[in-house]
């Protein structure tokens, strides 16, 4: 606030730094300059908002329903490929995982999700309970480091709900050839030393020193966050209490060991029984007898933000293009209105995809599909809501097609789809600017 008693010529000249913030938004939009990493300090100098004391990415932290990175607000736009270890390992592939965050940067996407487990089985990181292959390690060093370098931080997931990669079936068949009585694979949840097992991964995980920057991975600003499990489900115990216990266990568990990074839960978002007057939103019937429960899982001590998926092709029956649409509107809305007044933290939509085997499927819709996604985080950014952004399933560079699930999406092989998520990217660091130089949480339109 100014001071009345000023000369209005000095008034002019303290403005002056506002007025050449914004004439730098404007024109960095039409000439495609990224904003997201400009602003002016107290001495009205450029610098990166992202850069830390010690270089690099800043650590990301939450403010209320908002991300925020150095103080100020952070949204996002993101991707996810799963599979980046995996073909790290092989070094002769490791230029694939290079061409994948250069095509992602290219087009202005800043955060990825990807696994960091491989439970079992060939090729695996974790060979049996407490044995590492080191190869495999370094291979995930190298992901860690190589996002960094492309300005790109990741969401790492520590398990799986599903039996690919291993995930809770491993860790269950672990159990059982040590000697323990365990019938079902939800008895990952439960038994205790199979709860060991998992444990000792997140600590391996958490303290592991990075082979190529030194960086202990619990100390380093690369990544975003940590994810307890991809997509958990407890089908066994529909009311949720097993789940919601474990939850909160390995929460702390995690928090015990790394108090610094986000942390949440990876759950699909689907309603529980503790709001019966949510479980009409959910896709189907089935999804609210999981023993999944979007508001209490996020309840849970330690977890600071929640998490949803978007699939209509698969969750619904016998639909078309234009009800696909129309639930991803309802759905994100009302996990965004949730996300705010019920759990006071942002919502970020890790997942989101139209797979190309779907006899609807074309490249028009899955644009239309990606655009309606993008609407509903920029309704919501621009109250400053809780819509914390969204992340594409899944970004793939050229020449990996025998790995696609039928959701890949290769930047350089449609230009139409490149325009649409390099377009959210412009919008998004102009808000993340926009509020940085205000220094206003709301960052509502005049």
């Known amino acids: 606030m100014f001071s009345a008693s000023l000369p209005s010529q000095l008034q002019k000249l303290l403005l002056l730094p506002s007025i050449l913030a914004s004439l730098v938004t404007i024109l960095s939009a039409s000439v495609g300059v990224d904003t997201h990493y400009l602003r002016f300090n107290d001495n ?32 996002v736009n993101g991707f996810n490929t799963y599979w980046l270890m995996a073909l790290a390992v092989d070094l002769s592939m490791r230029v694939k995982v290079t061409e994948t965050f250069e095509d992602a940067e290219t087009v202005g996407l800043t955060v990825a999700r990807t696994w960091a487990f491989s439970d079992g089985g060939p090729g695996a990181l974790q060979i049996s309970p407490s044995i590492y292959d080191e190869n495999v390690f370094k291979a995930l060093d190298f992901v860690v480091s190589e996002a960094k370098k492309h300005n790109i931080r990741l969401i790492l997931s520590l398990t799986n709900n599903w039996k690919d990669y291993g995930g809770k079936a491993q860790y269950v068949k672990w159990g059982r050839a040590a000697g323990l009585n365990l019938t ?8 205790p030393t199979v709860k060991g097992y998992y444990k000792n991964h997140i600590k391996t995980i958490l303290n592991r020193i990075n082979t190529i920057s030194n960086t202990p991975y619990k100390e380093d600003p690369t990544i975003f966050a940590w994810e307890l499990m991809n997509e958990p489900r407890c089908p066994t115990d529909p009311s949720g209490n097993t789940l919601q216990s474990w939850i909160e266990e390995m929460a702390m568990y995690v928090k015990s060991i790394d108090p610094k990074h986000l942390l949440e839960v990876g759950l699909e978002g689907f309603y529980g029984h503790s709001t019966p007057n949510r479980l009409q939103l959910n896709p189907n019937a089935f999804a609210g007898e999981v023993g999944t429960d979007f508001i209490r899982n996020h309840r849970a001590p330690a977890v600071d933000f929640a998490t949803a998926h978007i699939y209509p092709d698969a969750w619904l029956s016998n639909s078309i293009p234009d009800e696909h649409l129309q639930f991803t509107n309802s759905w994100m809305k009302s996990h965004i209105d949730d996300a705010e007044n019920a759990l006071g933290m942002p919502v970020l939509f890790t997942e989101y995809g139209e797979s190309a085997k779907d006899e609807n499927f074309s490249v028009s819709f899955r644009d239309e599909f990606i655009d309606a996604v993008y609407k509903n985080i920029l309704n919501s950014t621009r109250r400053g809501g809780g819509g914390g952004g969204c992340l594409l399933w899944q970004l793939f560079p050229r020449g990996t097609d025998y790995m696609d699930d039928g959701y890949a999406v290769v930047v350089t092989e449609s230009k139409s789809t490149e325009n649409v998520l390099s377009i959210q990217s ?21």
């Open 184 to 191: 079902s694979d939800d008895d990952f949840f439960t038994d």
């Open 44 to 75: 009205h100098q450029y610098w990166r908002h992202e850069v830390d004391e010690v270089g690099g990415l800043g650590m990301v932290g939450r403010n209320g329903n908002q991300f925020v990175v150095g103080g100020q607000p952070f949204y």
């Open 426 to 446: 412009r919008r998004l660091r102009m808000f993340n600017s926009r509020c940085s130089w205000r220094r206003s949480w709301s960052c509502r339109r005049n």
